[in-house]
């Protein structure tokens, strides 16, 4: 199982091309499944990596790859990708058709789970190309119904989020991969105005905003050590600023959360267990750094997050792949959510602990978790 979106104290999950509801009293509670696009030969990798019981079999050889993200947009119309297809559900996920086809290189998931970002007045979704297409942000107006390009540029392989700050409704980014095409950045109308840009340090993927500071890590696999950077806000409009590393890791990191616990504000970061190597990386450094291992750590705002403590820390997966020539190994990841009562959700994926269980931390039980832990 893995972790969508939450809206109304609803928790969405997906289970393969499955969509349901989760809560920690019920589990896993199925609604409807997506439909495979009527494309001919070309949905054959989809078939493959989504349906039972090639998908099993493909789990036992590379490890579980994930295929389907789900984002909740209200008043049960939800919005879903897999492959190369965003589909739309407007009775809670019991029914769903394409509304619009992806780029031909996307991912599994078609975009990262990070790539839609629902306002009161409309939803944006980054695309997340891994050929030679543009960058491109969409947006729709009509609450998925249809989409039209809201910006698009080619200096960047492609952008890895879309989020409103919370302090200031601005809508912000991220881009990467390669040196000089990593920027974090805010939407001004269609215009990307960049707040930082240049090597691996403004790689982020996912940003955790609090009062005081934007937070993220380093997404780069190659690294001798992994970054973790907070930018405060008084510096958001300077010229040539840098953020301030705060922390540093021993892998990637993809997901970020903000939440409160005993009238703290904390920053969740969780790393990858990435296998293979970076295509983006300079030639010097074609490697992987990351180990096996993924992490959560959290850090407070009255630290100025600079004080980390790890949360948990799951083995990757061992597959038959990682034994037998070419065949490509899939990572372990750790996806991160807010939950109903306003703690903290886990969700490992391809761990050889926990894989696919969702992990609540109400805040009295964070609270006592980075209690009890010396900051890493």
């Not at 926990?354 to 109400?362: E, F, T, Y």
């Amino acid at each position: 199982m893995k972790l969508g979106g939450t809206v109304d104290d609803v928790v969405y999950c997906t289970e393969g091309t499955t969509v349901g509801r989760w809560a920690e009293e019920t589990g896993f509670q199925p609604r409807g499944t997506l439909p495979v696009p009527d494309a001919g030969p070309t949905n054959l990798p989809f078939s493959l990596t989504t349906r039972w019981p090639t998908r099993r079999l493909l789990e036992l050889l590379t490890g579980s790859i994930t295929t389907t993200n789900v984002w909740p947009l209200g008043d049960d119309a939800l919005l879903a990708t897999a492959d190369r297809w965003l589909f739309r559900s407007t009775d809670g996920g019991r029914s769903w058709r394409v509304v619009r086809d992806l780029p031909d290189s996307s991912g599994p998931m078609g975009v990262l789970p990070t790539s839609v970002c629902v306002t009161d007045d409309a939803v944006y979704l980054a695309e997340y190309p891994l050929g030679d297409d543009p960058a491109r942000v969409l947006v729709s107006h009509d609450r998925g119904e249809s989409w039209s390009t809201f910006h698009e540029r080619t200096d960047v392989r492609h952008f890895h989020s879309v989020a409103t700050d919370p302090y200031s409704g601005a809508l912000w980014g991220t881009t990467g991969d390669a040196e000089g095409e990593c920027i974090v950045g805010r939407f001004d109308g269609d215009r990307f105005e960049t707040v930082g840009r240049g090597g691996q340090d403004w790689r982020a993927v996912e940003l955790a905003f609090t009062e005081s500071a934007v937070v993220w890590g380093v997404d780069s696999a190659y690294l001798d050590s992994v970054g973790l950077f907070r930018l405060d806000r008084d510096r958001f409009d300077r010229d040539g600023v840098e953020p301030e590393r705060v922390g540093e890791t021993d892998a990637p990191v993809f997901y970020a959360e903000t939440l409160t616990a005993t009238d703290e504000t904390w920053v969740v970061l969780s790393t990858a267990a990435e296998a293979g190597v970076d295509s983006t990386a300079p030639a010097s450094m074609r490697r992987n750094t990351a180990g096996r291992t993924a992490r959560v750590l959290a850090a407070s705002e009255r630290t100025g997050f600079e004080q980390w403590h790890e949360l948990f820390a799951f083995g990757r997966r061992r597959t038959v792949s990682e034994h037998v020539g070419p065949v490509p190994t899939t990572g372990a990841y750790v996806f991160l959510g807010v939950a109903p009562d306003g703690g903290l959700l886990v969700n490992p994926f391809n761990t050889s602990a926990a894989h696919g269980d969702v992990l609540h931390l109400s805040p009295a039980a964070f609270d006592d978790l980075v209690g009890g832990h010396d900051a890493a």
